[in-house]
């Protein structure tokens, strides 16, 4: 069992930056793919972006690309979300979640975190 712990979710106004980080004490940390999801109220759950296990392949949904940008720190055993130019509509509680599979999965994740609640005003 992957235990991942996200943090640094907020209110900030439209336009605005946060940086969500998600930790694990997993010592396998670094074989697992990794990925934001996100759910907004009276949605379904969404992929928002990923990072292969390597850190060498990324991918973002249409709605994020450009404005977000994912990372991970295999020392440290974090892997990061920068939200730059926020939208009201990225209100959502965030979610983070690992997977052995290789490259960047975009659904069907095997571990997840709590989530943390990100909201952003217009």
């Known amino acids: 069992q992957v235990h991942l712990v996200e943090s640094g979710g907020g209110l900030v106004q439209a336009g605005g930056s946060l940086r969500l980080s998600c930790a694990s004490s997993?010592?396998?940390?670094?074989?697992?793919?990794m990925g934001w999801f996100r759910q907004a109220p009276g949605k379904e759950r969404e992929f928002v972006a990923g990072?292969?296990?390597?850190?060498?392949?990324?991918y973002y949904a249409d709605s994020v690309k450009g404005r977000f940008t994912i990372s991970r720190d295999s020392a440290k055993n974090t892997v990061n979300l920068q939200m730059n130019s926020l939208k009201p509509e990225d209100t959502a509680v965030y979610y983070c979640?690992?997977?052995?599979?290789?490259?960047?999965?975009?659904?069907?994740?095997?571990?997840w975190g709590q989530g943390t609640q990100v909201t952003v005003s217009s």
């Open positions: 979640a690992a997977d052995r599979r290789v490259g960047v999965p975009t659904d069907s994740y095997e571990y």
């Open positions: 997993e010592r396998t940390f670094g074989r697992y793919a």
């Open positions: 990072i292969s296990w390597s850190g060498g392949s990324t």
